[in-house]
């Protein structure tokens, strides 16, 4: 498979089971540890698990100088999983236009949807990618 055989209407799945880690005390630790957050899946965890569940999706289709890249997040966060259950994201891809991919996004727990929107990507090629990064941190 390539890039031209990606359609919309592509679907994936992808189960975590929410550990410590992923949890907003976690996120509190690194940013201010003296505030106490309850214990329940990160939003910012949430997202990134969206985000790979589309990265899963695309890989079959991008060739080896190829990655996706995220550009946009419209994702709300609308219930509270508790540490120890498990998050299912299903993603599916709703437009193509050019290298830009948009993909419809649902995160539910074992009880409930827990989040709900979009995320977009773009297909970049590798290597141009990785020299831009090298000439922004030579020019600091």
């Given at each position: ?5 990606l ?46 569940a ?59 949807i827990i ?26």
């Open positions: 498979m390539t890039l031209d055989d359609k919309p209407g592509l679907r994936h799945t992808e189960t975590i089971t929410v550990r410590e880690a992923m949890a907003v005390p976690a996120q509190a630790r690194i940013f201010d540890p003296a505030t106490e957050m309850p214990p329940v899946f990160a939003t910012a965890n949430m997202i990134a698990f969206i985000e790979w589309c990265v899963h999706a695309l890989a079959p289709y991008l060739g080896s100088h190829q990655r996706s890249v995220g550009t946009k997040v419209e994702v709300s966060h609308l219930g509270a999983t508790p540490i120890g259950m498990q998050v299912t994201a299903e993603v599916k891809l709703v437009e193509i236009d050019g290298r830009q991919l948009r993909f419809a996004v649902v995160c539910r727990d074992e009880s409930e989040g709900e929107g979009h995320h977009e990507r773009m297909v970049i090629d590798h290597e141009r990618f990785m020299q831009r990064l090298a000439r922004k941190q030579a020019g600091r």
